[in-house]
């Protein structure tokens, strides 16, 4: 493998990473959105 393969490998996982944690984040976000407005 060359090594710039390699180095664009370590930026793709980083981003589906990020996605991830920002689609998890939000989901998190809303549902305690949801729970506050139940009871308060």
Known sequence: MKRTEKKNQKKEKRQKEWVFRITVGT????VIDKIHSWFF
């Open 27 to 30: 989901f998190i976000l809303e």
